[in-house]
C-alpha cells in the first residue's frame, strides 16, 4: 500500500489531508517555485534601486515587485485543478475532499510565502531601506496596520489569485477551452464596464477616497468575501464536473 492510498477506514478529514499531501508531493509549485519568483523580483528590484542610488536619485524608492507571486499564484491555482485532479479521482477521494484539501495547500503555501513577505519588510524598516531608501515589501500604506496587517493583506491576495486561477482551469476541465475564453472575456467586459460606469458617474474622487479610508486591512476584508464567493463558485463547478 502506498503512502498516499486511500483505505475505506481513514476518516474524511484524514482524506482531505492527503489531498494537502497530494499537492505537496511536487514541492516546485507550491513552495520552490513561488519561492523564486519571490527572490527573483526583489532581487531585480534592489538592483534597479542599487543603479537609481547610483544615479544620484536619493528620495524613496518604491517598486511592485512583491506582487510577483501573486500573480503566480493564479498559475498555481490552475496546475493544482489540472494537474492533480485526476490522481485524486483515481485514489478515490470526492470532488469536495480534493476542493479543502488543495485550499488548504494553497493557504500553508500562502502562509509561508506571508512571512517571508513580512520578515522582508521588517528588515526594510530595520536597515532603512538597504541603507538607500529602497522598499520592496515595506509600503507605507500597506504596513499602516502593522506587520500582522501587512501580512494578512498579502496572504489574502494571494489566495485570490489562487481561487481565480483555481475557477479558471475548472472552468476549461468542465467546460473545454471556449468557454474558458469566453469566461475570461466576460470578466474583462465587467471590470471595464465598472471602471465605464464610474468614469461615466466621475465618481473617481469618491472611489479613491473610499479606498484609503478602508485602508489596506479593509481592502483585504473585501479581497476575502470575494474570493469566499469565487472558491463557493469554483466548487460547484467542480461537483457538476463529469468522472
Known amino acids: ?3 498516499l492510498s486511500t483505505p475505506e477506514h481513514v476518516t474524511p478529514h ?3 489531508l492527503k489531498v494537502v ?6 514541492t516546485q509549485t507550491f513552495i520552490w517555485v513561488p519561492l523564486i519568483v519571490l527572490g527573483g523580483a526583489w532581487l531585480v528590484t534592489l538592483l534597479v534601486y542599487l543603479i537609481l542610488e547610483g544615479a544620484g536619485v536619493d ?32 485514489m478515490s477521494l470526492t470532488r469536495r475532499e480534493f476542493f479543502l484539501g488543495s485550499m488548504i495547500a494553497a493557504a500553508v503555501s500562502a502562509l ?3 512571512a517571508v513577505f513580512v520578515a522582508i519588510g521588517l528588515f526594510e ?9 529602497g522598499y520592496f515589501a515595506y509600503l507605507d500604506w500597506v504596513w499602516e496596520a502593522g506587520a500582522l496587517g501587512a501580512g494578512f493583506t498579502f496572504f489574502v491576495l ?26 475570461i472575456l466576460a470578466s474583462v467586459l465587467l471590470l471595464v464596464g465598472v471602471a465605464a460606469l464610474i468614469t461615466w458617474q ?10 484609503i479610508q478602508s485602508g489596506a486591512v479593509g481592502l483585504s476584508l473585501w479581497g476575502l468575501l470575494l474570493g469566499a464567493v469565487l472558491a463557493a463558485g469554483s466548487y460547484a463547478t467542480l461537483r457538476r464536473m463529469p468522472a
Open 21 to 26: 499531501r497530494l499537492q505537496f508531493i511536487n
Open 112 to 114: 509561508g510565502l506571508s
Open 59 to 90: 528620495g524613496p524608492k518604491y517598486g511592485g515587485g512583491s506582487q510577483a507571486p501573486m500573480w503566480y499564484f493564479a498559475v498555481v491555482g490552475a496546475y493544482a485543478m489540472t494537474l492533480t485532479f485526476p490522481f485524486s479521482q483515481a
Open 1 to 3: 500500500m502506498t503512502a
Open 158 to 183: 494571494t489566495m485570490l489569485f489562487f481561487t481565480v486561477g483555481f475557477w479558471f482551469a475548472t472552468i476549461y476541465k468542465r467546460f473545454g477551452p471556449a468557454m474558458l475564453t469566453v469566461a
Open 125 to 133: 524598516q530595520a536597515t532603512g531601506g538597504y541603507g538607500i531608501n
Open 14 to 16: 484524514g482524506r482531505t
Open 202 to 211: 466621475q465618481a473617481w474622487p469618491e472611489v479613491g477616497a473610499w479606498v
